[in-house]
């Protein structure tokens, strides 16, 4: 769901609620400027950004994996 920050301000309680079962983006001046989630969730789509990074059995370091991701960023 996506929803102005003024709009998020107004309604924080309903959309505290709503985090619940899906995520809220919040936009300012059209463009996302923040996203909540539940906090689990967070941890899948960090798992997620990673998937596709390293082959199986190559030489690639924590340090490269971590530069990798954050480039996709």
Same mark, same amino acid.
């Given at each position: 769901m996506t929803v102005t920050a003024t709009e998020?301000?107004?309604?924080?309680?309903?959309?505290?609620?709503?985090?619940?079962?899906?995520?809220?983006? $919040?936009?300012? #001046? /059209?463009k996302v400027i923040a996203q909540l989630s539940k906090p689990q969730l967070n941890k899948i789509a960090a798992i997620r950004s990673l998937?596709? $990074?390293?082959? #199986? /059995?190559?030489?690639?370091?924590l340090d490269d994996i971590r530069a990798e991701r954050l480039k996709r960023q």
């Open positions: 998020f301000k107004t309604n924080l309680g309903k959309y505290l609620d709503i985090i619940s079962d899906e995520d809220v983006l $919040i936009t300012k #001046n /059209g998937i596709g $990074i390293a082959d #199986n /059995g190559s030489d690639v370091s």
